[in-house]
């Protein structure tokens, strides 16, 4: 096992109507003048925001409020938080919403602090200072309540990009799984392979002899294959809301992947298509993943054996690994079809005419990048050309 630090701040705040003390929490932690940050009208339809609202009133606490945070959240609208915060005084940020309303929130919590622009943290420089930032969760899946991570996209360009900072970790963060029930379908199973994929480019690793976080990281695996298709079966099912919610939680926020080399080459593959085509990152990740796996499986075939037996249940054939690998990447994306996830481009709505400039701007040129096997261009270009022409 590698030496590691792991910290994790978050009050998390966990149950049904617990959003009713989201202004208590805020003062707790300082906040005397929020921001509401929020998105598309989910949380105002809901009655959600009305609840947030009244109990920051009942606390005694201002508020302005910046709704429209797309999915794929845009770097103009972090201008106009950063602004809107520096003229009325914001010294707290409540998220409310998913994880493209949190990465907002956090993108304009560490924007407000700084005299450049924001965006040169998403180009590589330290987050040291930010704004202390609050959550109220309404989609499983990103894991943003608990990370220090911020992934946002330039308008111009469409360039996808992240940033990651401990500084960007939320003070608080309700998670009321009955938030959830209003999920679409396919929302709540672009969140589920969210979750999955989060755990994947953890368990994918090079370090030996990581038992413990091997153990972790299926748990919460088995969790989203037996949880997802009860709650796509039946969106009022609080008790699977509640397990599927935890679960994103303990995919993201570190706890799963520490001691241990991690890979994420398939979200640095997939940011290109949901920057390309605006799609749903959940929803890009099935159809990367699955190819990635496909394309990697070698580089350690009894890795991907251990995850086929335990994780999908297949039966190990020790005369045959590689088949017994292949069946477990078969079984994986089964699975998320099962669940309503596309599985190749035309399905997503992705061009296999694209595949150059995906390559180009995923920007590795004549490098290599990735933890468990470190992929040339050429080799993004080939995962591209299985995810492209992938069936069951
Ligand atoms: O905008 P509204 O109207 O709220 O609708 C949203 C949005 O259309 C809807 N929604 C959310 N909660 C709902 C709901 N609809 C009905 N009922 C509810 N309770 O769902 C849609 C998607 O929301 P979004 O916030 O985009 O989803 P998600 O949480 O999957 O976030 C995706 C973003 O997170 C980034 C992704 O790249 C993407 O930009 N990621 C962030 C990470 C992080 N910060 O740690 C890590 C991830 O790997 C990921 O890259
Ligand atoms: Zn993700």
Same mark, same amino acid.
């Given at each position: 096992?590698?030496?590691?630090?792991?910290?994790?701040?978050?009050?998390?705040?966990?149950?049904?109507?617990?959003?009713?003390?989201?202004?208590?929490?805020?003062?707790?932690?300082?906040?005397?003048?929020?921001?509401?940050?929020?998105?598309?009208?989910?949380?105002?339809?809901?009655?959600?925001?009305?609840?947030?609202?009244?109990?920051?009133?009942?606390?005694?606490?201002?508020?302005?409020?910046?709704?429209?945070?797309?999915?794929?959240?845009?770097?103009?609208?972090?201008?106009?938080?950063?602004?809107?915060?520096?003229?009325?005084?914001?010294?707290?940020?409540?998220?409310?919403?998913?994880?493209?309303?949190?990465?907002?929130?956090?993108?304009?919590?560490?924007?407000?602090?700084?005299?450049?622009?924001?965006?040169?943290?998403?180009?590589?420089?330290?987050?040291?200072?930010?704004?202390?930032?609050?959550?109220?969760?309404?989609?499983?899946?990103?894991?943003?309540?608990?990370?220090?991570?911020?992934?946002?996209?330039?308008?111009?360009? %469409?360039?996808?990009?992240?940033?990651?900072?401990?500084?960007?970790?939320?003070?608080?963060?309700?998670?009321?799984?009955?938030?959830?029930?209003?999920?679409?379908?396919?929302?709540?199973?672009?969140?589920?392979?969210?979750?999955?994929?989060?755990?994947?480019?953890?368990?994918?690793?090079?370090?030996?002899?990581?038992?413990?976080?091997?153990?972790?990281?299926?748990?919460?695996?088995?969790?989203?294959?037996?949880?997802?298709?009860?709650?796509?079966?039946?969106?009022?099912?609080?008790?699977?809301?509640?397990?599927?919610?935890?679960?994103?939680?303990?995919?993201?926020?570190?706890?799963?992947?520490?001691?241990?080399?991690?890979?994420?080459?398939?979200?640095?593959?997939?940011?290109?298509?949901?920057?390309?085509?605006?799609?749903?990152?959940?929803?890009?990740?099935?159809?990367?993943?699955?190819?990635?796996?496909?394309?990697?499986?070698?580089?350690?075939?009894?890795?991907?054996?251990?995850?086929?037996?335990?994780?999908?249940?297949?039966?190990?054939?020790?005369?045959?690994?590689?088949?017994?690998?292949?069946?477990?990447?078969?079984?994986?994306?089964?699975?998320?079809?099962?669940?309503? %996830?596309?599985?190749?481009?035309?399905?997503?709505?992705?061009?296999?005419?694209?595949?150059?400039?995906?390559?180009?701007?995923?920007?590795?040129?004549?490098?290599?990048?990735?933890?468990?096997?470190?992929?040339?261009?050429?080799?993004?270009?080939?995962?591209?050309?299985?995810?492209?022409?992938?069936?069951?």
């Amino acid at each position: 096992m590698d030496n590691f630090n792991f910290y994790s701040p978050t009050e998390f705040v966990f149950g049904n109507d617990r959003e009713n003390e989201c202004g208590s929490y805020v003062k707790k932690y300082g906040g005397s003048k929020v921001l509401i940050h929020f998105g598309g009208g989910s949380a105002e339809r809901s009655g959600l925001l009305g609840r947030v609202r009244y109990s920051l009133n009942k606390s005694g606490i201002s508020f302005v409020e910046l709704g429209g945070v797309q999915p794929n959240p845009r770097d103009t609208l972090v201008y106009k938080g950063i602004d809107l915060c520096r003229s009325e005084g914001v010294d707290f940020i409540l998220a409310v919403g998913g994880g493209s309303v949190i990465d907002s929130a956090k993108a304009i919590a560490a924007g407000v602090l700084y005299d450049g622009d924001f965006w040169d943290f998403y180009s590589g420089k330290n987050i040291e200072k930010a704004l202390p930032v609050g959550v109220v969760l309404t989609i499983a899946a990103a894991g943003s309540e608990g990370s220090g991570d911020s992934v946002i996209t330039k308008e111009d360009g %469409m360039l996808k990009r992240g940033a990651g900072s401990d500084a960007l970790r939320a003070r608080f963060s309700v998670l009321n799984p009955a938030l959830t029930q209003t999920l679409p379908a396919y929302q709540t199973a672009c969140g589920a392979t969210d979750i999955m994929a989060h755990v994947f480019e953890r368990y994918f690793t090079n370090t030996k002899e990581v038992e413990i976080t091997d153990r972790l990281c299926e748990a919460v695996l088995i969790t989203m294959v037996k949880e997802t298709p009860r709650v796509i079966a039946d969106p009022d099912n609080y008790e699977a809301r509640a397990n599927i919610m935890w679960a994103g939680m303990v995919a993201h926020n570190g706890i799963v992947g520490v001691g241990r080399s991690q890979d994420w080459n398939s979200h640095g593959i997939e940011h290109e298509l949901s920057a390309l085509y605006d799609c749903a990152h959940g929803a890009g990740l099935a159809v990367i993943m699955p190819s990635w796996m496909e394309f990697v499986y070698k580089h350690n075939v009894m890795r991907f054996c251990q995850m086929a037996t335990r994780v999908f249940g297949c039966q190990m054939n020790f005369e045959n690994p590689e088949a017994t690998a292949l069946e477990g990447i078969h079984r994986f994306r089964s699975f998320l079809h099962s669940i309503g %996830m596309p599985i190749n481009f035309a399905e997503l709505g992705a061009k296999e005419e694209d595949i150059p400039a995906l390559v180009e701007k995923f920007g590795i040129g004549d490098g290599r990048t990735g933890g468990f096997v470190a992929l040339s261009s050429a080799d993004v270009t080939e995962i591209y050309k299985i995810a492209a022409k992938a069936s069951l």
